[in-house]
């Protein structure tokens, strides 16, 4: 398109330059701008006028300045292609806008114009939207919005992996709805996805802001604990239990569930390597112990 317009006569180049729908700048190879037109105006919330002369890192979020320096840097040292980066504008509002931005050199001409820059830029707002609903869809669990296995076990590892560097304990707790199979069988999948859902909601009531509660399928869920001893995962089993263990009225029904929980343990300093397969299986054997004792209880009291 660059060369397109280059390719213009004077007059139709200024039009197609202040008409284009993107964003357009001309700047000094060093990045001084020389020219913006109305579209990128718009997008900034700036004029013409302001950005006048100065850098076009000055338009950039100060948190994006440093790798789109470097950017510019490598490519002006070599400039034979186009160069295409990804980064955050800064509008006049103070709020940013993330944008695409292709930039080629145009190399001095014979009537005496300067070699200079053109940069296309161009808005992504709506694409990296869809692009973090697609993230999140990834990593999280659709009935529940709770993190779903992937998540959980990358967490995980990052706990275990701050829990090595600081000697921090780590805990993890996997819990199982008992009866869960039956509400299904008798009430229907509606009604177990609703009781899911209640779940996750108690679930997330007890919870810290370091904790990380996940639902690894079924009616099975995880939470890891970071910098926790054992003794204050089991404070937070039993005022999970406790939470879980209230009747929930559910579409005009009451229905009462009871939760089985066990809990791994890591002390801290560990390599995550070393220990994430053990502690999973730890909290999980403990699990189905929990069940078979609450079974037991339940079998003596018939």
């Not at 470097?70 to 490519?75: I, R, T």
């Not at 001095?108 to 999140?136: F, S, W």
């Not at 199982?176 to 008798?186: C, S, T, V, W, Y």
């Not at 177990?192 to 079924?218: K, M, N, Y």
Request: charged fraction near 25%; include cysteine; proline fraction near 5%.
């Amino acid at each position: 398109m660059i060369d397109v317009v280059d390719a213009l006569p004077p007059a139709d180049r200024r039009s197609a330059f202040a008409n284009a729908p993107m964003g357009i700048a001309l700047t000094t190879p060093d990045g001084i701008l020389v020219d913006a037109n109305p579209a990128l105006c718009l997008m900034l919330g700036r004029s013409e006028e302001d950005m006048h002369g100065h850098s076009v890192l000055d338009q950039i979020h100060p948190d994006a300045v440093s790798s789109a320096r470097q950017a510019h840097s490598s490519w002006i040292a070599a400039s034979t292609r186009p160069m295409r980066i990804e980064t955050r504008l800064l509008r006049a509002d103070g709020t940013d806008l993330p944008v695409q931005v292709t930039a080629s050199m145009v190399a001095e001409g014979r009537d005496g114009q300067a070699a200079h820059l053109v940069m296309i830029v161009e808005d992504i707002t709506e694409r990296k939207a869809l692009e973090a609903q697609l993230v999140h869809r990834s990593l999280h669990d659709p009935l529940t919005g709770l993190p779903n296995r992937l998540l959980f076990q990358d967490r995980l590892w990052h706990a275990l992996e701050r829990g090595r560097r600081e000697e921090t304990p780590t805990c993890v707790l996997i819990t199982d709805l008992d009866g869960f199979k039956a509400i299904n069988d008798e009430l229907g999948h509606p009604m177990g996805d609703l009781v899911l859902v209640t779940f996750a909601e108690r679930l997330r009531s007890v919870l810290r802001a370091s904790d990380t509660a996940a639902r690894l399928g079924g009616d099975e869920f995880s939470i890891v604990c970071e910098n926790t001893e054992p003794a204050d995962a089991e404070i937070l089993a039993e005022r999970l239990r406790a939470q879980v263990t209230e009747p929930l009225v559910l579409d005009g029904r009451t229905i009462s569930v009871g939760l089985s929980i066990g809990i791994g343990s890591v002390a801290g300093g560990d390599h995550p390597g070393d220990v994430y397969e053990r502690v999973i299986r730890e909290a999980d054997d403990a699990m189905y112990a929990d069940k078979s004792r609450r079974r037991r209880q339940a079998a003596r009291q018939r």
